[in-house]
């Protein structure tokens, strides 16, 4: 009968969507884990790329201003990105729960929560060490400091870009360790004094003790857990010295 087949029609319709729109997470669920994970990842490849990039241009620092400048906007990005991890692990745990399929993922997305939180971290110590430098590049007052300490900061920069992408983003150790790049740190600080060297130290140390607790590895005189955020000795920030930035 002509005069009902289109209300029928659209019915079948209505009911074709929704049967499908039920039954599509069975035939091929959205894997959100592995998207995470994924996310994750590229993340972590971001920083060990800028770490590796401040290491080879710090060294001239005020020659390679511009190359710094561009390498904080990246990292500034890169930071932008860690800071939506934990918003899209939480989608995340969501979407498995609420697919049977899926469910086996709830745990390792569990454990996934601490390393998110210190990969944010991670990227904004990144984000400030370049801004620090390549605002100090441009200083008059930092011509003395670069010489040295633009070399010293390569020296603990490189292990940490090393351990970075072989532990965090390969899975894979290598030779560099968390030791080698305090060692660098604490060298650094005992032949370099200069209030500017100080202000570069504070974020290249906590950036070394946020990868160290990624890689369970330890790093000397961390800060008190009573929570004095004081990086002490391998820091140089002392009274005497009037290292406060």
Not at 196 to 222: C, D, K, Q, S
Request: net charge negative.
């Amino acid at each position: 009968d002509p005069e009902p087949y289109g209300s029928t029609r659209l019915w079948e319709t209505l009911i074709g969507a929704c049967v499908t729109v039920w039954l599509s997470p069975f035939p091929s669920p959205p894997d959100a884990a592995k998207q995470y994970r994924l996310e994750l990842h590229r993340v972590c490849v971001g920083l060990s790329e800028h770490v590796a990039q401040a290491a080879a241009l710090v060294e001239e620092a005020p020659r390679n201003h511009q190359e710094l400048v561009e390498l904080h906007e990246e990292a500034r990005k890169t930071e932008n990105s860690a800071q939506a991890l934990p918003g899209t692990l939480a989608s995340a745990n969501r979407a498995v729960r609420n697919n049977p399929l899926r469910r086996r993922d709830i745990g390792p997305l569990a454990t996934l929560a601490e390393p998110t939180a210190k990969f944010v971290e991670m990227a904004r110590w990144t984000r400030l060490l370049v801004e620090e430098v390549a605002g100090l590049s441009r200083r008059p007052d930092g011509d003395p400091v670069w010489p040295s300490g633009g070399a010293s900061l390569s020296r603990v920069l490189r292990p940490l870009a090393a351990v970075i992408d072989g532990v965090l983003v390969k899975d894979a150790g290598g030779e560099a360790t968390i030791a080698e790049a305090a060692e660098e740190l604490r060298r650094w600080r005992e032949v370099d004094k200069h209030p500017l060297a100080v202000i570069m130290r504070r974020p290249t140390f906590r950036l070394l003790r946020t990868v160290a607790t990624l890689t369970g590895e330890t790093v000397p005189n961390l800060p008190h857990p009573s929570g004095n955020d004081s990086v002490g000795d391998l820091v140089g920030e002392t009274p005497v010295e009037g290292g406060h930035d």
